[in-house]
């Protein structure tokens, strides 16, 4: 029976690395290796969390909304700008996170709250913009929001989601709502 | 020989390291905390830099000092409801209010007027306005205001477009 390529390969592997290598050589390598590992970053893992958190706000202190907050998807309630909107997402009804749909204009009145970003921990101040003109949105429901993270109750109008801001508009009429970011909170 | 590997990866990880773990620098402005308790509380209708553009709200910018022609003006701005029922400590509050004033209201403010200080503040929040035409006092304070400067004449356009908005509802609406 002819000795298959395989093995032949096999044995002259295990050969050379048997007359090149010594034991004491391998174990002091092995050592090395051992003692420079924690030294390198564990590669395939994302880093952002082990770096100092730029802003005290430990986990802890998280609102139910920021601990499920996202940064990738506008068109969701969970959209980190959203964390206290109330009603539908212009970005649903052919607008933006912060621009009105065609046929809508923005009310000159707003309210301005704050969110806090996930990618970088910071909290940024948001003015809520209503879009009017048109009669309210037809959007999925997964585009009707309702998050309330520092919103006030009614009777401090200026911090309450509840308002439809349409005043001063041409028509008072609500079509859906946005959320831009004016800066970062100091 | 040995170390041709680990010296490899050595040379990698500073590169590696920081670019991964480092926040992204925002390149949004930060807005200090006296603008904030500003933006929070007065300028989702006044406007972010305190031009509301429309009759609707008065503007700020360029306006607001002509108050402090009258020491009745003086006080108006601080028992609006609004600013006296503010969700802020007086201290706060003082900063806020001088930072309307003086920064929106820039040339608007009469020479050699004083900041509002904590103890004033304290005072005329505890004496809000009370009175249910508010739109009438703020005209009787305007015309006050306007007489002492008459550069404020500019004020009356809030009011002008007020009454006129109040003349429609009361025009549609039964007889008040």
């Known amino acids: 029976m002819p000795v298959s390529f395989l093995d032949t390969l096999g044995e002259a592997v295990t050969r050379r690395l048997a ?84 046929g809508t204009e923005p009310s000159p009145v707003s309210w301005i709250g704050t969110c806090r970003n996930p990618d970088d921990g910071r909290s940024y101040v948001i003015a809520y913009r209503d879009c009017c003109g048109r009669n309210i949105c037809a959007a999925p429901k997964s585009c009707g929001c309702n998050t309330a993270d520092r919103e006030m109750p009614i009777y401090r109008p200026q911090a309450s989601n509840d308002i439809i801001w349409c005043f001063g508009t041409a028509s008072t009429a609500y079509h859906c709502s946005t959320a831009a970011i004016i800066g970062q909170a100091g | 020989m040995r170390l041709r590997f680990p010296i490899l990866f050595l040379a990698i990880l500073p590169v590696q390291g920081p670019a991964r773990a480092g926040p992204v620098a925002s390149p949004l402005p930060v807005i200090p905390a006296v603008q904030g308790h500003y933006l929070m509380g007065c300028g989702g209708c006044h406007g972010i830099q305190g031009r509301s553009g429309r009759e609707v709200v008065p503007d700020l910018a360029g306006q607001v000092g002509y108050f402090l022609c009258t ?70 304070i305007v015309r006050a205001v306007t007489r002492a400067c008459p550069a404020a004449a500019a004020l009356h356009g809030y009011d002008v477009a007020q009454a006129a908005r109040e003349g429609q509802y009361t025009g549609a609406g039964p007889a008040r």
Not at chain 1, 23 to 34: N, S
Not at chain 1, 76 to 91: N, P, Q
Not at chain 2, 94 to 123: D, H, L
Request: aromatic share 8%; charged share 20%.
């Open chain 2, 71 to 140: 020491p009745e003006g003086r006080d108006y701005l601080v028992r609006l409801p609004n600013v006296a029922f503010a969700n802020l400590s007086s201290a706060d509050l003082a900063r806020m209010m001088n930072f309307v004033v003086f920064t929106f209201g820039g040339a608007s403010v009469p020479a050699n007027s004083r900041p509002y200080t904590t103890a004033e503040i304290a005072a005329l929040r505890a004496d809000p306005l009370r009175t249910a035409d508010l739109h009438g006092y703020r005209d009787q």
């Open chain 1, 19 to 102: 007359a090149r290598s010594s034991r004491r050589g391998m174990l002091g390598r092995m050592g090395a290796a051992m003692a420079v590992a924690p030294a390198f970053p564990l590669l395939p893992v994302r880093r952002a969390d082990a770096a100092p958190a730029p802003t005290p706000n430990p986990a802890a202190t998280l609102t139910d909304f920021e601990r499920r907050a996202q940064s990738t998807d506008p068109t969701k309630c969970t959209y980190w700008r959203h964390c206290a909107i109330d009603g539908v997402l212009c970005g649903c009804c052919g607008g933006g996170v912060h621009t009105c749909p065609p």
